[in-house]
């Protein structure tokens, strides 16, 4: 994606966040046309995504305890574990691109 302010970094932020979203949404013509609203819609769908997630896990152990062995429930907690971590990551990327849409720019500090 090209950095806001960039000639056409609207179109490739437009790209990336339906790339982000079920691909339903790519039906909706109005998202790729109001950027801030496609914006939103994947925040809220990535954040749904981590509530799903967090319970999962949460869940995981008492859910598969009787079907499945120690290792594969331990897999599957690693895995909720991953995908959280990915999804923080992506929550992240997804409100810088939101807030350039609104106008904010993220200013790096050290």
Known sequence: MRPPDAPGW??????WLLDQCPPEYRR????????????????LHVEAQQAATR???S??????????SREVV?????????????LMALRRGIGLVEEAVRGRRYVARM
């Open 10 to 15: 609207e179109g490739t932020a437009a790209s």
């Open 55 to 57: 319970r999962g896990l």
């Open 28 to 43: 909706w013509p109005g998202l790729r046309r109001h950027l801030v609203v496609l914006a939103r819609f994947a925040v």
């Open 74 to 86: 331990e897999a599957a907690v690693q895995t909720f574990q991953l995908e959280d971590a990915r």
């Open 59 to 68: 869940e995981i152990r008492g859910d598969l305890k009787d079907v499945a």
